[in-house]
């Protein structure tokens, strides 16, 4: 089936609640992904103003076979999109013959609203904000190259390497084919907004994980040692699962959680792509799996990123301009699970630390969730302070809240997340080290030794990413 019947479909089953456009863009089966993601959403954003235009030119009446979800997509095509792909075939002819009216109908809508843009018939809430000006943070994948050498790929490839970022003011400025280091996170390249990365040979090869900023919190912040046993709860798609992978150095083991298979079937192929070798994946529910199986006896780290409403997610978003926060009723079952999820990750006997993370911007998800969890255990956790840097703090609902992160467009030029770090109070304490020390520093001797040992190898194969994609 062809991307304009593909995406006429998707858009039908958004319409009758099938699912969400990523949801259904996915489980078409469609081979170019990002193409029909793209198609669908700008469609879905302009929905409104293809209807307008439609009804104006009776594009329906003259045509009877042509179903209104094609006939959208298509017109989008040929008035605000990139014309037709691939030649455009019938459906370029069959537009071709109501081309003239159409446009007639657009500009006699400008001409109305007192517009001259295509972006300006929008709502004010379908318009590009913050979300869609985000920058591109692109986390390079050490377990098969080193951010030197990728920064040496990309600038043989003309982008201009502006070093380490001083300030979000630094992200907020990039334009063009510059790029930088994030302030506060290794290994995290950010490149200008709408940057398109997914063709690169880099990221096809696996040594580049495109991943919001936030979304490197929840790994970065538990930290787990080479040779750690840690559990990811809730682990589809995988990006923080592969990024866990990265700082066990492939050393240790992940057990990862999830109960879609189709989600899991996808993060089989992520992680084979990115070299992992130390995940073992379940189909099973994390709330069934049991703490005293003597396999978790050496589980040390958790972490728990449980289905929440999503309404942090810039594609979300995307997808739904305007989107609001969630019904009361679904808040109250999403936070029930969350609490449940959390207070059962809480009873592994050899937990030292957790991190509870959600792409939530809602306090019934967060703050709510976990200080309910460490009431219920009391004395036995505590809230660790997580990134003193991090500029967007906790709300302050109970004593230590200020502890947690939160993130957002305005105050971190991230997707909304929210993120809390426990840990047991009999172990000894953490803190110092495991809550910074993947923030910027100085590398000692031994790991500038370390270093040199290994930049032969990751060298040897980017360039040899780079000599297969010449």
């Known amino acids: 089936m062809g991307l304009y ?56 009446r003259a045509e009877k076979k042509l179903r209104p979800h094609l006939a959208k997509v298509l017109v989008y095509e040929l008035l605000l999109g990139k014309g037709f792909r691939g030649g455009g075939g019938r459906w370029k002819a069959l537009l071709g013959r109501h081309q003239a009216r159409l446009k007639a109908e657009l500009a006699r809508l400008k001409v109305h609203r007192g517009v001259s843009r295509n972006e300006d018939l929008l709502e004010v809430g379908s318009r590009p904000g913050p979300v869609s000006q985000l920058p591109r943070f692109v986390r390079v994948n050490t377990l098969k190259t080193c951010s030197d050498d990728v920064v040496d790929y990309f600038k043989r490839q003309g982008f201009s390497y502006q070093g380490r970022a001083s300030s979000l003011d630094d992200l907020r ?5 510059h790029f930088l280091l994030d302030p ?65 150095k492939n050393q240790g083991k992940i057990f990862a959680f999830d109960l879609d298979a189709k989600r899991l079937a996808s993060m089989a192929t992520l992680l084979a792509r990115a070299g992992i070798s130390c995940c073992e994946l379940a189909e099973e529910d994390f709330l069934a799996v049991s703490p005293s199986d003597p396999r978790y006896r050496e589980v040390h780290y958790i972490l728990l990123d449980p289905s929440c409403s999503g309404s942090g997610m810039p594609s979300r978003q995307l997808e739904e301009p305007g989107a ?28 030292k630390r957790l991190v509870y993370s959600t792409c939530s911007l809602c306090q019934e998800e967060n703050e709510d969730v976990v200080r ?43 997707g909304g997340f929210f993120i809390a770090v426990i840990e047991r109070v009999e172990a000894p304490s953490l803190t110092g080290q495991s809550i910074s020390t993947r923030v910027h520093t100085q590398p000692s001797p031994k790991e500038k030794e370390e270093t040199a040992k290994s930049r032969s190898r990751c060298l040897h194969a980017t360039l040899h990413i780079a000599a297969a994609s010449g």
């Not at 400025?173 to 084919?177: D, I, P, Q, S, V």
């Not at 009391?378 to 502890?403: I, K, N, Y």
């Open 5 to 60: 019947a593909v995406a006429a479909g998707v858009l039908a089953g958004v319409e009758n609640r099938q699912g969400s456009i990523k949801g259904l863009v996915y489980s078409s089966n469609f081979q170019n992904v990002k193409q029909l993601y793209a198609l669908v959403c700008e469609t879905q954003r302009y929905s409104a103003v293809l209807d307008a235009v439609i009804a104006s030119a009776g594009l329906l």
């Open 372 to 414: 309910d969890a460490l009431q219920q255990n009391p004395g036995a956790f505590r809230l660790a302070p997580a990134l003193p840097a991090w500029p967007h703090r906790g709300l302050s609902t109970f004593p230590g809240a200020e502890h947690c992160l939160r993130a957002s467009p305005e105050t971190t030029l991230s």
């Open 324 to 351: 609001g926060t969630p019904s009361p009723a679904r808040l109250h079952a999403l936070a029930g699970f969350q609490q449940r999820a959390l207070c059962h990750a809480l009873t592994f006997p050899s937990l």
């Open 173 to 177: 400025a990039l334009k063009g084919k």
């Open 184 to 248: 506060l996170m290794p290994e995290l390249l950010v490149f200008p907004a709408q940057t398109d990365l997914h063709e690169h040979p880099l990221y096809r090869a696996g040594h580049l994980i495109l991943q919001d900023r936030a979304s490197c919190l929840p790994a970065m912040l538990l930290n787990p040692p080479p040779g750690s046993h840690v559990i990811d709860a809730c682990a589809a798609p995988g990006n923080k699962t592969s990024h866990l992978a990265a700082l066990l």
